[in-house]
C-alpha cells in the first residue's frame, strides 16, 4: 500500500502542527489522496518538543501515526534528537542548519539550509518560518504537487497575509530544490 | 450537486454534527483535549440563535445543559476526565429524572488531572459507574473523524428517544486527529424529535408510564408545570419512598436501554467469518488493530476485528457468540484493563483474553498488537 509518512517536529510555538494540518489538507482537499493529521505536543503554550505527523495514501488509512517515516523536519537539536530514531533507511531530513549541527548517523538524505533565517531575512517574517519549511518538504516529498500545496497554504492564512505566505512557500520550495540538487 | 467537504479535527467534526442534531444550547467549562467543541460552538450557536454558556465550572456545566434540556432545548457539554468526574452527581440526576443531554468526553490520562494532552481510554467504566446507583447508560466510542461526527447526531437521538443521558467518548487521538470530512446534506441522516405531551396540562404527568417506557416530556415555558426531583419519584414527578413504586420505576429507567439494546449497539465486523483470533478494539485503537489484522492475514494468520462502537450497553450477544468460536481474544486498550473485563465476564473462561494495556501518553501500535495475535495458540 502507497502509505507515506511525514513528521514536522521542532519546538512548540514554531508553528509545525498548521504545516502538518496544511501538508495533510493539500493531500486530502486538493491532490484527490487520502491523509490523517495528528499531533503531540505537551502542556506548555510556547516550547518543548513538539510533533505534527501526516500520513498520506491512495487508500484508507488505518493507524494515523507514524510507524516508519518517509520524510522528516526537525526545526530544533531536540527535536532531531528525540524524533529521528524511526526514520526510514534512506528517508529524507530536512533541518535548519542554525539551529540543528549535531546531525543523526544513518543512511538519510539530509537538506539542510537556515530556514528561520530565510524567513527572517529573505521572507521579512520570522513567523512565516513554518510555510517556508513546508515549502521545502513540498518539493522534497512530491506528495502533493506545488500548486496544490500552494492553495492549501492560502486557504489557511488570513486574507491579509496571503502574499506573505506565498512567498514563504515560494522560496522554502526553491532553496529545497537547490539544497537537494 | 457535490456535497460539502471539510478537513477537519475529530472536536471540529462534534461542533458540527451536534449542530446538524439541531443542539441550540450549550455549556460548558473548556478543558484539554476537548475545548475545539467550545470553539466551535462558541462562534456558530450564536448564528442561528442558540445560547453558548461558558460557566464558571464543570458542574455548574453539567446543571445548565439540564436545565436548558427541561426547557425544550437540545443540550451538550463537552469535557473531559476530570470534568466528567465532577459532572457525575448531576448525571445521575439526569437519569433520575430522565432528562436527555449529551455529554462529550475527550478521554486523557488519569485520574484527576493525569496527562492533559496524552492520549487515553480509561474512562470507558466511569460512563457507566461514575455516578452511584442502579440506571441506564449509553456511551459512544467512535474511530475517525467521520465516525465522531455521525455518532454525536445519533448521541443526540438516542438521548432523545430513551430520555436519557447520552455519552460520546473518543480518546485524545480521535479528537485532535484531522481528517476529510463529508457533510450530510439537511435531511440526509435522520434527526429524532422529543415525544412532546398529547394531553392537556392538568391532565400531564412527566412519568406517565400509561405512553410508556419513555413517556413524553414537556417543555417548562410551554404551559406545562411539572416537580422535577432527584429523589425517587411517582409518575406525577413528587418524591416516594413506596416500596412498590420505587422498585417499578427503578426497573423502568434501566429497562429503557436494556429492552432496547439491539437498536442501541452497533458495531463493526472486519475478517471474522473465519477468524481464529479476533481482536476487539474501539476508538482509535480499533485503527492499529485494523492495521495489524491486515499484516497477519498477510502473514497466514486468521486473525480478524470485532469493533465496538457502542461501549454501553455492551454487546455481550455478540462477545458471547464469539467467543465460542475463535481460539482467542485480543483486547489491546489505553487502560490498565477495562474492556477486558466485560470480554472476560462474556467469554465465560472459554477462550482466553489477552490484553495489551497500555497508560504511558503514547498509541498502542500495530506491532504491539501483531505481537499479541501470534500468542493466541
Redesign the interface.
Known sequence: MSRYELRFSGAGGQGLITAGIIMAKAASIYEGKQAVQSQSYGPEARGGASKSEVIISDGPIDYPKATTVDALLAMTQEACDKYTHDLKDGGILLVDSDLVTKLPTGNYKIISFPIINTAKNEVGREIVANIVALGAMVALTGQVSRENAEKAVLSSVPEAFIELNRKAFSIGFEKALAASA | MSKK???LQGNEAAAYGALYAGCDFFAGYPI?PSTEVSEVLSAELPKTGGKFLQMEDEIAAMAAILGASLAGAKVLTSTSGPGLSLKQELIGYGCIAEIPCVVYNVMRGGPSTGM??GPSQSDVMCAKWGTHGDHPAICLVPASVQETYEEVIRAFNLSEKYRTPVMVMPDE?VA?????IVFPEPGEVEVVPRKSPTVPPEQYKPYDTSFGDVPPLAAFGSGYKFHVTGLNKMQDGFPTTKAEIVQAEEERQVRKVDANIDDIVTFEEYLLDDADVVVVAYG?TS??A??AV?VAREQGIKAGMFRIKTFWPFPDKQIKALAGKVKGIVIPEMNLGMCSLELERCAQGKVPVLGIFRVDGE?I???QILAKIKEVK
Request: net charge positive; no cysteine.
Open positions: 467537504v471539510a478537513f484539554t492533559p494532552t487521538i485532535h486527529m484531522r481528517e476529510r482509535s485503527r492499529s485494523r492495521y491486515n498509541p501500535n500495530p506491532d
